[in-house]
Every structure is written in structure tokens, then in C-alpha cells.
């Protein structure tokens, strides 16, 4: 678990930046893709790693299981009230063959195609 301590000491090892790898802030979408972050637990975090000196970057995925339009705009709007320097977006890709904890998750929970690119 990162920490303020951890923070200053990836600061005084050299590091300039730090990637939080959100994803979505849907709870339902989190619990299917194994992640749990909360939005006032990442904003402690941003402003503690902005105090050491840090460079916030955000990653995010489209095209989650579960995941529609409301919920993506939910979490853009979130992400853009903490105002990290960079948002990186990137698309889902459901290979339950390579990954096999992909197995547990719903071929209906993926959006098609069309709802992706909305």
C-alpha cells in the first residue's frame, strides 16, 4: 500500500513522476476486474504526491465488464477534479484464453463494440 512515506522516499530516490492505475470508479466494474480504489482515497494520495514533488499520471481503461457510458463519464469527471498531468486511456481487452482470470467475467459484461467508441 503506497503511503506518504513511501511517496517522499520514491521522490528522494530520484522518481519525478507516479502512475495510479485507476481504471474505472465503478464498484461493480472494480470487483470484476479485481481492483478497489476510492476516489477520496486517490485524492489524499494526488495531493500528497504533488507535496513531495511528484507528477500525477491517471490510467484508465474503456470498454470494462460492466462498465457503459455513465459510468466512464463518472469516472473522467472525478479524475478530471483531481487534475493530474497526464490521463492515459486505454482499451479492454477480454482474452480469458491467456488470462485466466478473465474466466470469471461475463461475456455479456463486455460492451459491444458500438457502446465502446461512444
Known sequence: ???YEKLKLLKELGFTEISFGIQDF???T???INRDYDVDVLRRLVDQAREVGLR???DLCYGLPFQGQNEFEYTLNE???IKPNRIAT???SHYPFL???QRIIPNSSI???FVKVL
Open 111 to 113: 460492451p459491444n463494440s
Open 56 to 58: 500525477i499520471h491517471i
Open 1 to 3: 500500500m503506497i503511503n
Open 90 to 92: 486505454y482499451p479492454y
Open 99 to 101: 488470462f485466466p482470470a
Open 30 to 32: 472494480q470487483f470484476i
Open 26 to 28: 465503478d464498484k461493480k
Open 79 to 81: 479524475i478530471m477534479k
